[in-house]
């Protein structure tokens, strides 16, 4: 049955801003094409020539982090499970004072290409190309749903069909970003960034004002049982669960800000480590802003919705569509308003697309087709990254066509596939970083295991869960609609969330050992896949003959503890017997140089 039919839409101002943000973006691709044309390198096209802004980087590192999953998304995740969704922005922030310390460091000393070149140095070359291929499907399906994203809420507040809308976020970013690559990402990133701020606050403060205030706002969450970010006894086996959100997310955090190509490429564009790190530093404002925003709007969405949810009344086909159609009706009286919430969402998801098409494309051409072909020349480099831009492209816009087939959760089922690519990948390099003694089979033992034991899991409870635990979820109502707001002869007045009836049907449900492995809550897979990989691969590699510490190469390990305010001896025992490098200097990229560390050059793979 179709939703009831009440679908507002924009004014000719909305539509005209959108237009503009879209040529806006497509004349940055263009000027930066033009501007460089005689400059067709890698390094320009990939890097930005190693010479761009920090605090335009920073800007750039938290859109693209950050994307339409947490304006849409996460606001929905709040409306269902309440307050818990504060830790989000916490962890993100946290996995930053591990990536600042002990990985940008490193990143800058090797100077790679790509993220994956690592792993062939500390590994081999099958363990960079499998892991290489294994995140590279988890970011298309990622991004595949960012491309989803925007077309659900112009799909909510305007005729357009969801499948234009996809068609045009997908062609438009395609567009702008293999023409003019990181340049004309990272700047058409800090335009998007500007709008995505204004977009997420003006939405915060309006409905505020709309609910009546802090107090009404609050009075609404505590009604509806949502104050649950300390709520420490909803364990593993639940579909809200606080140690979920903050183990799950500092994990994906740490990786999508550590090994995350996109990210990483961005750390290379600065000139030196301190820039770098400043860049980062930058990144923590606009992330903290973003991040408690969408979790306040997504509390004013319950207040506002209170006593008659928006998918059981039948406005909307799924809470996905909530704070799109919220914007729309709370600023239904302030010209152009909403309009700006709809370039907020399309910022959110251009500045990740845009990312992560220009980072899969260096990843393809440097991983797999240079490795294949060394002796191509830098112009026909440049140009199979365009090619392969747009054939990624059309991808990205055939996935997103098969995620919005889909009934899920947005939060869920992509954070969900997400862990379940992202936890073992990761695993390999951390284990790496901080432990001299593993080898590139007990990384591979490790790493597989991960993913075995994620699949079985994964499987289990999309296919052979047909009835989750609802344990400790919130319950909605249509208690408060309007009389006789019914769909197709049905009576959304009825009922259908009562609380003692949910009880009742919870009491009933049989728990199992097999049930409660299919019901997980989704946060902890990442855990379980990145711990799983640790230990399998750090047994597997003593068992398989470990590579001893005095061995192994300085250049690619990061002591735990290794500044100099420790005692030499507490520094000496966390290196595990590693030599320790040469007195490193902070090195800037010139153009032409070798980038060479302790006499070996890195890029000869």
């Known amino acids: 049955m179709d939703p009831i039919s009440i679908r507002k839409d924009l004014g000719v101002a909305d539509y005209l801003s959108f237009v503009l943000l879209m040529a806006i973006s497509t004349i940055i691709g263009v000027y930066f094409a033009y501007r460089d ?7 320009n096209y990939f890097f930005g020539g190693k010479q761009m802004n920090p605090v335009a980087v920073g800007l750039s590192l938290a859109v693209t982090f950050q994307s339409a999953i947490v304006v849409i998304a996460t606001p929905a995740e709040t409306y269902i499970s309440g307050t818990l969704m504060m830790w989000e922005p916490i962890m993100r922030i946290l996995a930053v004072l591990i990536v600042l310390l002990y990985l940008i460091p490193l990143y800058h000393r090797l100077q790679l290409d790509t993220i994956y070149q690592y792993l062939e140095l500390r590994y081999n070359s099958t363990m960079r190309r499998t892991t290489s291929a294994l995140l590279s499907l988890g970011t298309l399906f990622y991004v595949g749903s960012v491309v989803y994203m925007p077309a659900v809420a112009l799909n909510t507040v305007t005729p357009l069909p969801m499948e234009w809308s996809i068609i045009l976020t997908g062609v438009i970013c395609t567009l702008y970003t293999t023409l003019g690559g990181m340049k004309a990402v990272i700047w058409t990133d800090v335009i998007q960034s500007g709008i995505m701020i204004l977009g997420m606050v003006a939405v915060f403060i309006k409905g505020l004002m709309v609910v009546g205030g802090f107090d009404e706002m609050y009075g609404a969450i505590e009604r509806g049982d949502r104050l649950t970010a300390f709520r420490f006894d909803y364990g593993i086996i639940s579909r809200l669960s606080p140690g979920g959100i903050i183990a799950g997310i500092f994990f994906m955090s740490l990786g999508g800000l550590g090994v995350e190509q996109a990210i990483v490429q961005r750390f290379q564009a600065c000139e030196t480590i301190g820039k770098a790190r400043c860049a980062l530093l930058v990144y923590v404002v606009p992330t903290i802003i973003i991040g408690m925003t969408s979790v306040g709007n997504g509390l004013i ?101 098969g995620i919005s087939a889909s009934k899920a959760n947005a939060f869920e089922l992509v954070y969900g596939f997400t862990a379940l690519t992202y936890g073992p990948g990761i695993a390999v390099y951390f284990l790496g970083f901080f432990f001299p003694w593993a080898n590139a089979m007990g990384a591979m033992i490790g790493m597989l295991t991960g993913y075995m034991l994620l699949a079985l899991l994964f499987i289990g409870r999309q296919f052979f869960n047909p009835n989750p635990y609802r344990a400790n979820i919130p319950t909605v109502s249509t208690n408060l609609c309007p009389a006789n707001h019914t769909l197709d002869g049905f009576d959304y007045n009825v009922t259908t969330s009562d609380t003692s009836t949910i009880t009742a049907i919870e009491e009933i449900q ?96």
């Not at 044309?37 to 390094?43: F, P, Q």
């Not at 909403?338 to 980072?359: P, R």
Request: overall charge positive.
């Open 37 to 43: 044309r005689n400059d067709a390198t890698t390094k």
């Open 301 to 401: 969405m319950y207040a506002y919705y209170e006593g008659c949810d928006p998918v059981k009344s039948g406005k909307l086909q799924n809470i996905d569509q909530g704070i799109p159609y919220m914007t729309l009706e709370i600023f239904e009286n302030v010209p152009r308003m909403a309009g700006l919430f709809v370039l907020t969402i399309f910022s959110a998801s251009l500045s990740t697309i845009s990312s992560c098409l220009n980072s899969l494309s260096v990843l393809i051409l440097e991983d797999f087709i240079v490795a294949k072909w060394p002796s191509l020349t830098e112009r026909r480099k440049v140009a199979i990254g365009k090619i392969t831009g747009g054939i990624l492209g059309i991808i990205l816009i055939l996935l997103a066509f």
């Open 510 to 605: 049989e728990r199992t050992f097999l049930r409660d492995i299919h019901n997980i809550n989704f946060n902890f897979l990442m855990v379980i896949g990145f711990v799983t990989t640790i230990v399998v691969g750090i047994i597997a590699s003593f068992i398989s003959g470990h590579t001893p510490a005095s061995k192994a190469d300085p250049r690619l390990f990061v002591p735990i503890i290794d500044n100099k305010i420790f005692p030499s001896k507490v520094r000496k025992f966390f290196r595990f017997g590693v030599p320790e490098l040469p007195e490193e200097r902070e090195v800037e990229y010139k153009p032409g140089a070798r980038s060479s560390i302790v006499g070996v050059d890195v890029k000869e793979l």
